[in-house]
C-alpha cells in the first residue's frame, strides 16, 4: 500500500478526539498530498509526520482565492495528528498566509509560502501544485506540501 494511502487509512481508523496523556511540545517535519474534494479556497491534505512525534495527519485550510492576490489570509480549518505512540492532537487552524513564490511560468511547478498558525502550534512549508500541459491546457494534476511544525499537547 502507498504511504499516502496508508496514512489515509490510519487518520480515518483512529478516534480523534482523545487527548494527550501528558503536556509536551512536539516539533516534526511534515510531508503529505492534497485529497478531494479540491477546491479553490480550501485546501485538504493527508500525510506523515517525523521527528519527535512520528505521526499521521490530516488538515483542512480554508484561505482566500490564491488567484485574488500574490499572499491570501487563511481563514480557518481544522487539523489532528494521530501519533505512532497513540497521541493525539487536534484543533482549529486561526489564521495564517499562503504566498506566491513561482507562479510556474510555461506551465511548470507553481509554489507557494504556507504559514498557518493552530490550536497549540503552527505550521511554515511549501505547497507545490504539480502541472503539465496537455493539448495545450495547462492543468494542476497533483499538490503536495512540505514543510516544520511545532505542537503542543
Known amino acids: 500500500m502507498k504511504p499516502v494511502a496508508v496514512a489515509v487509512a490510519l487518520v480515518f481508523t ?21 485529497i ?3 477546491s479553490s479556497v480550501r485546501g485538504t491534505f493527508v500525510g506523515v509526520a517525523r521527528g519527535e512525534l512520528p505521526a499521521v495527519w490530516r488538515t483542512q485550510i480554508v484561505h482566500k482565492p490564491l488567484s485574488s492576490a500574490p499572499t491570501v489570509a487563511v481563514t480557518g480549518g481544522k487539523f489532528s495528528v494521530v501519533g505512532v505512540n497513540g497521541v493525539t492532537l487536534g484543533g482549529a487552524v486561526t489564521g495564517g498566509s499562503v504566498t506566491v513564490t513561482n507562479r510556474g511560468s510555461r506551465c511548470s511547478n507553481q509554489t507557494y509560502r504556507v504559514s498557518v498558525t493552530f490550536t497549540g502550534g503552527s505550521f511554515d512549508g511549501t505547497l ?13 494534476y497533483a499538490a503536495t506540501i512540505a514543510g516544520h511544525g511545532t505542537f503542543a499537547a
Open 14 to 34: 483512529f478516534p480523534l478526539a482523545a487527548a494527550a496523556s501528558a503536556s509536551s511540545s512536539y516539533s516534526d517535519s511534515f510531508t503529505g498530498t492534497e
Open 36 to 38: 478531494i474534494p479540491v
Open 128 to 140: 507545490t501544485h504539480h502541472r503539465r500541459s496537455i493539448l495545450g491546457n495547462c492543468f494542476v
